[in-house]
Protein backbone atom coordinates (compact mmCIF):
# COMPACT_ATOMS: atom_id res chain seq x y z
CA UNK A 1 0.00 0.00 0.00
CA UNK A 2 1.35 3.79 -0.89
CA UNK A 3 0.38 6.17 1.54
CA UNK A 4 0.03 10.07 -0.33
CA UNK A 5 0.64 12.87 1.13
CA UNK A 6 -0.23 16.71 -1.11
CA UNK A 7 1.10 20.09 -0.30
CA UNK A 8 1.35 23.73 -2.48
CA UNK A 9 -1.81 24.26 -2.15
CA UNK A 10 -3.13 27.68 -1.31
CA UNK A 11 -4.96 31.17 -2.20
CA UNK A 12 -3.54 32.83 -5.69
CA UNK A 13 -5.04 35.69 -8.03
CA UNK A 14 -6.16 34.40 -11.28
CA UNK A 15 -3.63 33.88 -13.93
CA UNK A 16 -1.37 32.97 -11.06
CA UNK A 17 0.84 29.72 -10.41
CA UNK A 18 1.16 26.88 -7.88
CA UNK A 19 2.86 23.70 -7.88
CA UNK A 20 1.25 20.99 -5.85
CA UNK A 21 3.27 17.89 -4.68
CA UNK A 22 2.08 14.73 -3.92
CA UNK A 23 4.42 12.69 -1.65
CA UNK A 24 4.35 9.04 -0.97
CA UNK A 25 6.02 6.40 1.07
CA UNK A 26 6.68 3.09 0.27
CA UNK A 27 9.06 1.32 -2.05
CA UNK A 28 6.75 0.67 -5.00
CA UNK A 29 6.11 4.37 -5.95
CA UNK A 30 7.76 3.86 -9.36
CA UNK A 31 5.32 0.71 -9.80
CA UNK A 32 2.37 3.32 -10.18
CA UNK A 33 0.96 5.56 -12.34
CA UNK A 34 -0.27 8.57 -10.74
CA UNK A 35 -3.33 10.44 -11.43
CA UNK A 36 -4.21 14.08 -9.81
CA UNK A 37 -7.85 14.68 -9.29
CA UNK A 38 -10.25 17.70 -8.38
CA UNK A 39 -13.20 18.23 -6.56
CA UNK A 40 -15.01 21.59 -7.55
CA UNK A 41 -17.84 23.18 -5.14
CA UNK A 42 -20.59 20.80 -5.80
CA UNK A 43 -19.12 19.05 -8.59
CA UNK A 44 -18.00 15.25 -8.58
CA UNK A 45 -14.73 14.56 -8.63
CA UNK A 46 -12.89 14.42 -12.08
CA UNK A 47 -9.80 13.31 -13.28
CA UNK A 48 -6.86 16.36 -14.10
CA UNK A 49 -4.00 14.81 -15.12
CA UNK A 50 -2.33 10.94 -15.44
CA UNK A 51 1.67 10.52 -16.04
CA UNK A 52 2.48 7.03 -16.30
CA UNK A 53 5.07 4.63 -14.21
CA UNK A 54 7.88 5.84 -16.08
CA UNK A 55 6.83 9.35 -16.89
CA UNK A 56 6.80 8.90 -20.40
CA UNK A 57 3.26 9.34 -21.48
CA UNK A 58 0.90 12.15 -20.08
CA UNK A 59 -2.72 13.16 -20.43
CA UNK A 60 -5.02 16.07 -19.58
CA UNK A 61 -8.40 17.15 -19.11
CA UNK A 62 -9.52 19.31 -22.33
CA UNK A 63 -10.01 21.91 -19.64
CA UNK A 64 -6.14 22.10 -18.26
CA UNK A 65 -4.34 21.50 -20.89
CA UNK A 66 -1.78 23.64 -22.03
CA UNK A 67 -2.01 25.61 -18.74
CA UNK A 68 -1.02 22.38 -16.55
CA UNK A 69 1.89 20.22 -16.28
CA UNK A 70 1.84 16.55 -14.59
CA UNK A 71 5.75 15.25 -13.15
CA UNK A 72 7.07 12.86 -11.14
CA UNK A 73 10.28 12.29 -9.76
CA UNK A 74 10.62 8.50 -8.64
CA UNK A 75 13.99 9.18 -6.52
CA UNK A 76 12.21 11.32 -4.74
CA UNK A 77 8.72 9.47 -4.61
CA UNK A 78 7.30 12.60 -5.29
CA UNK A 79 4.47 13.82 -8.27
CA UNK A 80 3.90 17.08 -9.16
CA UNK A 81 1.10 19.20 -10.72
CA UNK A 82 1.86 22.78 -12.11
CA UNK A 83 -0.26 25.06 -12.56
CA UNK A 84 -0.41 28.28 -14.44
CA UNK A 85 -3.03 30.91 -15.92
CA UNK A 86 -5.05 29.76 -12.94
CA UNK A 87 -8.46 30.61 -13.42
CA UNK A 88 -11.46 30.96 -11.14
CA UNK A 89 -12.88 27.56 -11.72
CA UNK A 90 -9.53 26.21 -11.27
CA UNK A 91 -10.74 26.26 -7.45
CA UNK A 92 -11.31 23.18 -6.17
CA UNK A 93 -9.63 20.16 -3.36
CA UNK A 94 -6.97 18.44 -5.73
CA UNK A 95 -6.40 14.89 -4.26
CA UNK A 96 -3.38 12.72 -5.40
CA UNK A 97 -4.23 9.11 -6.64
CA UNK A 98 -2.68 6.08 -7.37
CA UNK A 99 -4.49 2.67 -7.85
CA UNK A 100 -6.18 2.01 -4.84
CA UNK A 101 -5.04 5.03 -3.04
CA UNK A 102 -5.94 8.56 -2.34
CA UNK A 103 -3.92 11.31 -0.68
CA UNK A 104 -6.52 13.86 1.80
CA UNK A 105 -6.35 16.19 -0.88
CA UNK A 106 -5.53 19.86 -0.76
CA UNK A 107 -7.05 22.73 -1.47
CA UNK A 108 -7.16 25.50 -4.01
CA UNK A 109 -8.75 28.55 -4.03
CA UNK A 110 -8.38 31.19 -7.39
CA UNK A 111 -9.95 34.87 -7.14
CA UNK A 112 -10.87 36.79 -9.60
Known amino acids: QVQLEESGGGLVQVGGSLRLSCAAS????????VNWFRQRPGKERELVAS????????SYAESVKGRFTISRDNAKNTAYLQMNSLKPEDTAVYYC?????WGQGTQVTVSS
Open 51 to 58: ITESGGIT
Open 97 to 101: HVPGN
Open 26 to 33: GRTFSSYS
